[in-house]
């Protein structure tokens, strides 16, 4: 069964009156591939709950009251500084069109993973903090401290400061909220200092002063530390359902502190958990706030977003996803994506179908998608079958002059847009070809036999045979000549193209203009 169908009747079980379905991220910088892995596999087992019948709700939240913990390496550091230790929020976006920072990087996320299908509720981490709903969280793990504060001995076997509390003021003299130390707690009011030496990558400035921790519609007091936040928003938000990368799933890491502390101090049940692996480029991790790795935008240059839904959903949860662009990568995952369609559209195998299908963008539920559906039903939009053409057929195509009637005669323009990226960045320079203005200085390696076959495939060009018809004389008149095919085509690629291989020859003529070709074939017989 289908990874997401196996957690899917597991929760099932359950039988709760609705299942809420959450993920989070914060927007540092512009976010990378591994946070789609997160937001795509949540959308993917909340579309697979839906498919069982089970009543869901989709969020996302944007955790944009975080700090900014450093610059990222594209933005003008001089400029952003000045900000390292303040909320994300309070800091101006690096162009117009956002109302500050965390908007901008989030926004951008939120159009990427929205045209690859996935349309989640958005929750803003300040609505939530203003709306009020984080108050009893914030006052349940002040007035329990000590419970807190074991629970962090326990889990990294190191002490805790008796001045330690889980929250952090927003310094009301320099915005910092990473400097600003809550140092008492008498049950309505911090006591907090903005300490010079808090960290070691900003300063802050030394203010003390007494505070209420809790937001009102107007203002928001401060923020808990993430690990001890993440358990408070799950019960503000009523999440029964999150996943996470295995770096926080490991044992003694941050979901195992999270869990402890939604059971034992907030007396919340923790959300049904899955850990997923890393989605790695080129063998790397990457980050949003390092500015390494490369954003959603960059990769829906690169793939239609239904093969990116269909590379997340074929990968099993317990595996890396190592996609490097460079190679056979790209044309290999199209080759799969074919065979998936074949197995939906054949009904053969059952779960290469079911990834098919859970990687079409368009889906019509009963409700938006973001309710679920009264009573959990849904149903799809019509699925299109894909293009029969191999992705390394059209990446021949493109490079091919006057192939563009073929393109559109075989309704491909769409996959062919990918073809010629993955062509012009990507693809191996075996792959390449470029049909040569002078005739290629390979030309001179060519048999006498090889020389007597342009001249008659210069002659056959009269025929006017079709390109199919004309793959096969030219064949016939290879071997007419005790030319094996090798000999035969590598001719023709010696003298147009200046390589030993290329793309079917008899395309290749047919997509240049005649007279060239006639002149090529007979200069190079010569």
Known sequence: MFWADVIAQDIKKRKLPQEKVDDMKTPSGRIHVGALRAVTTHDIVYKALIDAGVKARFSYVFDNQDPMDGVPVYLDKEKYEKYLGVPLFMIPPPEKGAKDFAEYYALEFKNGFNQIGCDPEIIWGTDLYLSGRMNEGIKKCLDQVDKIRKIYEDLYKK????????????????????????????????????????????????????TSPFATKEKIAGKLPWKVEWPVKWQAIGVTVEGAGK??????????????????????????AFAHEFFLVGGRKMSSSKGTGVSVVELLEVLPPQLIRFLIAKTKLNQAINFDPAGDTIPKLFDEYQKASDAYFNKTDQDLARVFELSQIARLAE?????????????????QKPPSIRFSTLAQWVQMPNMQEQIKKENVQEWAKYARVWIEKYAPESEKFLVQEKLPETAKNLSGKQKDLLKKIALALDNNFDAEEFQTEIYEIGKELNLNGKQTFAAIYLSFIGKDHGPKAAWLIKSLDKKFVKERLLEASE
């Open 159 to 210: 002490p805790m400061p008796k001045d330690w509390y889980p929250f952090n003021v927003y310094c009301p003299n320099c915005n910092k909220v990473s400097t600003a130390k809550v140092t008492d707690w008498d049950g309505e009011f911090v006591t907090f200092e903005c300490r010079v030496d808090a960290v070691k990558w900003t300063k802050g400035c030394g203010y003390k002063g007494k």
């Open 367 to 383: 409700d938006s998608p973001r309710s679920g559906g009264a009573g959990g039903k849904s149903r799809r939009g019509e699925i």
């Open 247 to 272: 770096d926080h799933m490991t044992k003694g890491g941050s979901h195992d502190l999270a869990k402890r502390v939604a059971e034992e101090v907030l007396g919340y049940k923790t959300p049904y």
